[in-house]
């Protein structure tokens, strides 16, 4: 059966802004040569989370399913069915797309080798760590909750890690020079970078995560205040539970100035690549210090987020002082305001 590549490309297009307007916002931003394999990479992680995520799977399916879609990476020929059967009937847009799934990873297949083999290896690692937690039992009547900081980094790597490094060597391969000690350092802020903004939704998205039985604040954290995960958003224990989410703020905020010296890293010369970056890093830096002030924080229908005329002001300043370090920076201190980062 021949599948018309314009209608594939015009899915995943049509696709992106529908489980991310943050994403599909920043992704303008970047070069032309660049931005489809950098959206086609995103479609692929968010079939991986939604496949993670749900609630209506078993762990062990969940993670059959993750199995084969990281062995349809390598293997064209990897049946996709039961993942697209899993997600049959689809009522929300992320349903949608993991069943669809062929459609993206043929999309996948279009693009040059050299992005696909930078892609392809990233993503699969991202797949393989999401099952290792997708096979925990969960559910409404159970809160599943990470055991210790050391898992809560594991995770975040996996999840948000992952694609820090895929977007480094992505970028770098668009580059196509530079020093190598500056390519080494990117490297090394690769992952910090992807656990700053996955720390901040985890933040932002107490509340959601909990109500599909996960938590992803350790019991090793809520222990240092005397309370246990369960109890996170008791009235009695709202004192505790402040605590110990100024504890993962502070932690997202140390990930955050890494992410800076990332985006400072990057050639100036690569603008466009820039402010993809520093805008995802100034929304993230907003909502954190929204989160850090914010009373309902911890209440049960709250969700934190940040106005649209503040991301309207963040895009615009974000063009302005992209190409200067020192604004760069300036810009970055400016919105953390209250906001404080531990060693």
Known sequence: MTHAPASDRAFCRDMLPRVSRTFALCIRFLPRDLDYAVLVSYLLCRIADTIEDTTGLGGPERERLLAAFRDALDDPGTDMTAVERAFGNPTADDARLAASASVVLREFRRLPPAQRDTIRPWVQEMASGMAEFAGRATGPDRLEALASVDD????????????????????????????????????????????????????????????????????????????????????????????????????????????????????????????????????????????????????????????????????????????????????????????????
């Open 152 to 343: 809560l980094d594991r995770y975040c790597y996996y999840v948000a890690g992952t694609v820090g490094h895929l977007l480094t060597e992505l970028f770098w391969q668009h580059h196509g020079r530079g020093s190598p000690a500056r390519y080494r350092t990117l490297k090394s802020l690769a992952t910090s970078f992807g656990l700053g903004l996955q720390l901040t939704n985890i933040v932002k998205d107490l509340a959601d995560d909990r109500r599909r039985g996960w938590s992803f604040v350790p019991r090793q954290l809520t222990r240092l205040v005397g309370i246990d995960p369960e109890q996170l958003q008791e009235p009695r224990h709202r004192e505790e539970s402040r605590q110990v989410m100024e504890l993962l703020i502070a932690k997202a905020s140390t990930h955050l100035r890494d992410a800076l010296d990332y985006c400072v890293e990057l050639p100036r010369s690569q603008y466009r690549i820039r402010l993809f970056c520093l805008t995802s890093l100034y929304f993230a830096v907003r909502t954190l210090r929204r989160a850090r002030l914010d009373p309902r924080l911890l209440d049960a229908d709250h969700k934190v987020k940040i106005s649209r005329a503040e991301v309207y002001r963040t895009v615009v300043v974000t063009h302005l002082v992209a190409p200067v370090d020192g604004l760069v920076r300036a810009y970055f201190h400016h919105l953390a305001g209250g906001v404080r980062a531990t060693a």
